[in-house]
């Protein structure tokens, strides 16, 4: 067992009062008797030098040296009091009660063949409920001393706990902010990117074809910064509150989206009837699903023929996107792989796997095997 340290201050101050009593006993057992002086003073002196072991790993074997030094003469009886109680402070019970039984035997001893001031009944009485009391006292400020320290851990655990909680909370609001941006503004970002080729690659379309395109490109700029403050607006609420649950319709308002930006998009919306049956939570992922998924063809495979197939029955929503990738030499393109990386963050399929999950769905993402790429979802719920 680990032995409390003591200050040396205290230390030095224990010491010095048990040099104090000590002296006393001695100097008052002999002002009128001086037979015996020199055992005194030499028990007395062996006494004080056992007693710097007592804040050591040796406090036993110095309590149970200073027990039988006890026996010996008065003069040990300062320290070997001082021994027991701090057995007792720093040791377990089961060695502490031996070394208290050690003592209170050494006094017994003692009042056997040297003079005390009461009846030998009393003082063993009195003997045996001294030594009762500094082992219980030294065990109740053991464990005490055990109540403060744990409190101080768990202080110090809970403070440590709560930095913890902090850092994770910041990270999941900067994780939940940019995924945020990456959901609402790379749709957007992207229909503007495929317009403005067009325009950059077509330089001598129609005038009337370049105004509608560049029509377009303004108010996909315009519609970018109402996104943009969306977000904002959201992200300074509750972080529970997402705001507007996107409805299936949504889904079909992505798509021509993409189709005014020149992709060619196949789409059959599912019945009302049954949409309207899909939870907010469902419908939000499927949004997301798209949206991500006509993303990731406008940059990868620009010029590819993309489908949506979206079926809603059993109980699930079971949404895919497809295209038949890009055509060779066109502009702009990259490879990518089943992760979604590519010349875009690396993000996106990795936030849309975190969707899923959370609604005890599953996402696939990879290339098809005859070409193009492929982004899966299956989104269960209670009906």
Do not use: K
């Not at 060695?95 to 040297?114: E, K, M, N, S």
């Not at 994770?168 to 609402?184: G, K, L, P, Q, S």
Request: neutral net charge.
């Amino acid at each position: 067992m680990h032995v409390p340290t003591v200050p040396s201050r205290l230390l030095a101050g224990a010491w010095l009062a048990i040099a104090a009593l000590t002296v006393l006993v001695v100097v008052t057992a002999h002002l009128d008797a001086p037979d015996g002086l020199l055992l005194d003073v030499a028990v007395g002196l062996a006494a004080l030098g056992l007693c710097g072991l007592l804040f050591t790993r040796h406090a036993v074997a110095a309590a149970l040296g200073l027990a039988v030094l006890a026996a010996l003469s008065p003069a040990a009886t300062p320290a070997a009091t001082a021994a027991t109680l701090q057995v007792a402070r720093s040791r377990p019970l089961r060695t502490a009660l031996p070394v208290a039984v050690a003592g209170a035997l050494g006094h017994a001893v003692q009042a056997l063949w040297h003079p005390v001031p009461l009846p030998l009944e009393w003082w063993l009485l009195c003997d045996v409920a001294v030594h009762a009391a500094l082992l219980g006292w030294g065990a109740f400020w053991q464990e005490r001393a055990l109540v403060l320290w744990s409190l101080r851990d768990r202080a110090r655990r809970a403070e440590a706990e709560q930095e913890q909680r902090v850092t994770e909370a910041r990270t999941a609001e900067r994780t939940r902010i940019a995924r945020e941006m990456h959901d609402t503004l790379a749709h957007r970002l992207s229909l503007l990117a495929a317009t403005a080729g067009a325009l950059e690659y077509r330089p001598d379309a129609d005038p009337v074809a370049l105004a509608a395109a560049a029509g377009r490109v303004r108010s996909g700029v315009s519609d970018a910064l109402e996104d943009l403050r969306q977000v904002i607006r959201l992200l300074r609420a509750d972080p529970q509150d997402l705001g507007h649950a996107p409805t299936l319709a949504d889904v079909a308002r992505l798509v021509e989206e993409a189709r005014s930006a020149g992709s060619d998009v196949a789409y059959d919306a599912p019945p009302t009837d049954v949409a309207d049956q899909v939870p907010p939570g469902v419908r939000r992922t499927v949004f997301r699903v798209v949206q991500e998924g006509l993303t990731n063809a406008r940059r990868h495979a620009p010029g590819a023929a993309v489908r949506v197939d979206l079926e809603l029955a059993d109980g699930a929503a079971r949404v895919r996107v497809t295209d038949d990738g890009a055509g060779p030499g066109t502009p702009g393109v990259r490879p990518r792989s089943g992760t979604g990386i590519g010349p875009g963050s690396g993000t996106g399929i990795v936030g849309l796997r975190e969707r899923v999950t959370l609604l005890d769905g599953r996402l696939d993402a990879g290339a098809r095997a005859g070409g193009g790429f492929v982004l899966e979802a299956w989104l269960p719920w209670e009906r």
